[in-house]
């Protein structure tokens, strides 16, 4: 979330109105591209708004979206809430895209916009009640929505198709004017926080999740305006339909967010002992090793207490990257607390989990982070014994045991404890009830 500040000596009775405004403490280059693409929104609804408004049945439909959009706006106030506290920073989606894609697949581009920015609008004065937003937020998403709109309308428009009938051709561009309302509005959002943050596109990239809630949406949107077509009685069953995907997705990103660390995007501890645990679980069921490997950054306080925390956490984002790039996509990797990471590897003995550790170790200590600080680690590895099942936790001591080793002998090593026993697997007989008398 962007923070307004103040310049230092200012005082805040001689600024104008006009420059309290929160976008001007932005980059000059972020503000241009704001109003640029402002500018170019509100041209093109000029230009459509201009054509005039269709008054045939046309508009009933576009007040029937409306008056849908509104309901549900009003009706789902404190998801949407919910829905801002998650997405805190970066991109996030919203369920005012099933009713403007509506408009876009079965009015007239003059009404689709028309319809965009009175349900915008309406968003606007509800969020300004309960939870207040800066305006040229709000406004620049309105534009990249119009955008997105000018050119979905264009695919859909230019070879005359309402929907009238849906044959193969017609669902088609429906699926290309999807594409592009997609493409056109992720590409403006995505160029504006690279411009007022800063930050790499990586980062500011929505995830798949994100993204297919989106995709959802727009099919949700072309659905609904076959309904209001076809069976206008029966919209009203698209709010249901909304409010339970919108329900389900906020539960899903909600429950991850519980799950992740917030500085480095690695599980936490309570989300990697979980997966952990399923981890140890199958290796025992199918008689596999499993290891773990417990990082701890050298001399990371040092860090802090010269360059910051800023620096700090910029360091421990770049470590976690290196983890997930080096580890198989299915290990459990996670930040187990301070400047210890963890990771759990199914399938790998002791050996060659000390050998994935020095291969950790040399990538760690070879990096350079962004803000030119580097960094070692020490490693300790532990690791079961194939066809035993120990407890997670007899596993994390032995490893946290070799690590106090690496590190009382020299630090920037890796230091494999003793093979960790524990109860025969299912199907393994037990030796020590074998052995005789």
């Known amino acids: 979330m962007l923070r307004v500040c103040w310049q230092p000596g200012v005082r805040l009775n001689r600024v104008s109105p006009v420059r309290a405004w929160a976008i001007w403490r932005l980059r000059r280059r972020a503000v241009a591209f704001l109003l640029i693409s402002e500018l170019i929104a509100a041209a093109g609804l000029v230009l459509c708004l201009r054509q005039g408004l269709t008054v045939d049945g046309y508009f009933w439909r576009g007040v029937l979206l409306l008056g849908t959009a509104i309901l549900f706006t009003e009706a789902s106030t404190r998801i949407e809430r919910l829905n801002k506290y998650v997405h805190a920073e970066g991109a996030s ?27 915008y609008a309406h968003a606007f004065v509800s969020n300004r009640r309960s939870d207040p937003v800066a305006p040229h937020k709000e406004i620049f998403t309105l534009a990249s929505v119009l955008l997105a709109t000018f050119g979905a309308s264009a695919v859909l428009h230019v070879p005359g ?3 009238s009938y849906v044959g193969p051709l017609d669902a088609a561009l429906i699926l290309l004017a999807i594409v592009v309302y997609t493409v056109l509005n992720l590409a403006v ?13 990586v980062e500011l990239m929505p995830d ?16 609904t305006g076959i309904l209001v077509l076809h069976a206008p009685w029966l919209s009203l069953l698209v709010l249901f339909m909304i409010a339970s ?27 990697w002992q979980l997966l952990a645990r399923q981890h140890l679980a199958q290796c025992a069921e199918q008689v596999r090793p499993a290891a773990v490997l417990l990082i701890d950054l050298d001399h990371f306080k040092r860090i802090n207490d010269t360059h910051g925390h800023l620096a700090g956490d910029e360091v421990l984002r770049e470590v976690a990257e290196i983890l997930v790039r080096e580890l198989r996509g299915y290990d459990a990797v996670g930040r187990y607390g301070g400047e210890e990471f963890i990771a759990l590897l199914p399938g790998v003995s002791g050996l060659a989990a000390a050998g994935i550790g020095e291969r950790l170790r040399e990538r760690v200590g070879s990096n350079v ?19 035993q099942s ?8 032995a490893a946290d045991t070799a690590l106090y080793e690496a590190k009382e002998t020299g630090r920037n090593r890796v ?15 037990d030796r020590r009830q074998l052995q005789p008398d």
């Open 245 to 271: 995907l919108h329900r389900a997705s906020l539960v899903t990103n909600l429950q991850q967010r519980a799950r992740t660390d917030s500085r480095t995007g690695l599980l936490n501890a309570g989300g």
């Open 189 to 201: 959002v995505l160029a504006g926080l690279r411009l007022v943050t800063g930050a790499p596109l």
């Open 161 to 163: 198709v309402r929907l």
């Open 415 to 429: 230091c494999l404890a003793p093979p960790v026993n524990g109860r025969p697997s299912a199907g393994q007989p």
């Open 208 to 223: 798949r999740p994100t993204i297919g809630y989106e995709n959802t949406t727009l099919l949700f949107g072309a659905f």
């Open 93 to 119: 989606n919203n369920q005012n895209s099933v009713l403007c894609f509506a408009g876009v697949t079965v009015l007239p581009t003059a009404d689709a916009v028309a319809l965009a920015v009175l349900v």
């Open 369 to 387: 982070s962004a803000v030119g600080i580097s960094v070692t680690a020490s490693i300790g590895v532990a690791a079961s014994v194939v066809g």
């Open 390 to 397: 120990p407890a997670l936790e007899d596993i994390i001591d």
